[in-house]
């Protein structure tokens, strides 16, 4: 055994620890350190097996990581955003709502606040306290919350209104109306130009959503009443408001986390909220009480509009606008798909091809970027 006591200690000294004290994880450790600072990477023969563990470092390189964040992101979108239509839907009883829709806004917002709030104690355990992810109490950083969480509120509450007049469908189509409200607004208040790309995609935008809901087997034209292209139509407008406003003071400190941005748009649409029941339920909940009507299916709609909001500020923060073309497009398929098992929803050749022109629209859209 002595042959082999100066390879042993040639070794520790490359890797900077004492041979009679090292365990296999310090060994191991310190490869990796040795080996990303351009010390010798080739070990000799008794330590071979913890090259592959050396080599695969390259793997959580940041590229990597941030696609796996993208990809992460776009597939929970997506099956939130497909999913959202559904339940909204499915929770419909006799063409109305067993529950208050005021009550399943609130508790949307709280869920979504106690989660950002969840978050956010990991994040001070994790990396202690610092300005960026401080509670800020300063009314100058609090003051530009209510604006969005007010738009945000008429327009959830709206969804469901629609639903009233639409299937998840064509919701998911109509719903793509805010792409262009979103352009224009981006335009006006941001100065931002856009691209012959992007008008064509706007003008390929509302023809596929008008194509969509073409109806043959009727006297009416159109499948959706003018009461649902008005509330679409109103929603667009006051999401596309809403998301640009959002984005602007999000990515307007890039450094601030997340948690603390969401935690005080939720704060102002709890109250918000609140003043809705208290203005359109009251009489209803103090009869029948808060939770009257909900049911399992109400409950996973909560969650999900829930997760919604969150994946999406997570989108405007993190991600680009690529992740949310992805899953439009996508989740207009997977709505279409399901609705036909759950609702007996029946493919029309006007939806087939409107849903294949607007998804090349927000294809369009997304590659032809607007410039400042």
């Known amino acids: 055994m002595d042959h082999r006591k100066p390879r042993d200690q040639a070794f520790s000294a490359a ?10 994880d310090q060994e191991y450790e310190e490869a990796m350190v040795s080996s990303m600072q351009g010390l010798p990477k080739k070990l000799d023969d008794e330590h071979e097996v913890t090259m592959p563990l050396i080599a695969n470092v390259k793997d959580f390189s940041p590229k990597t990581v941030e696609w796996r964040r993208k990809s992460l992101v776009t597939f929970a979108l997506t099956i939130l955003t497909s999913s959202q239509g559904i339940l909204i839907a499915w929770s419909k009883r006799a063409g109305g709502y067993d529950y208050s829709v005021t009550t399943a806004n609130f508790m949307v917002e709280l869920l979504k606040c106690i989660i950002s709030v969840g978050a956010l104690f990991q994040t001070w355990r ?51 109306l805010n792409i262009i409200s979103t352009g224009v607004l981006y335009k006006l208040f941001l100065k931002r130009k856009l691209t012959t790309i992007q008008w064509a995609a706007y003008a390929l935008l509302a023809l596929g959503c008008t194509t969509a809901q073409l109806n043959s087997s009727s006297e009416h034209v159109l499948q959706t009443p003018l009461e649902g292209w008005a509330m679409a139509i109103i929603m667009a407008l006051l999401s596309g408001f809403a998301g640009v406003y959002t984005e602007v003071i999000i990515k307007k400190r890039p ?36 939770f009257h009507g909900y049911t399992a299916i109400t409950v996973c709609m909560i969650t999900n509009h829930a997760l919604s909001g969150i994946a999406v500020s997570m989108v405007m923060k993190y991600a680009d606008n690529i992740v949310k073309v992805y899953s439009t497009s996508v989740a207009m398929l997977l ?38």
């Open 15 to 24: 890797m900077a620890i004492p041979a009679t004290s090292a365990s296999p």
């Open 126 to 176: 994790k990396d202690g306290v610092n300005e960026d992810n401080r509670l800020s109490m300063s009314w100058d950083e609090v003051k530009v919350y209510p604006i969005p969480a007010i738009l945000y509120l008429i327009k959830n509450i709206l969804q469901y209104y629609i639903f009233l007049f639409v299937d998840a469908p064509s919701y998911q189509i109509l719903k793509n």
């Open 255 to 290: 450094s601030r986390n997340i948690n603390v941005q969401n935690f005080w748009l939720y704060i102002f649409g709890i109250i918000f909220n609140a003043f809705a029941i208290f203005i359109q339920d009251f009489d209803a909940v103090m009869e029948k009480g808060f």
């Open 335 to 372: 709505t279409a798909v399901i609705s036909m098992v759950l609702f007996n929803f029946q493919l029309t050749l006007p939806f087939v091809l409107g849903s294949m022109v607007v998804s090349i629209a927000v294809f369009l859209h997304s590659h032809g970027k607007a410039t400042k």
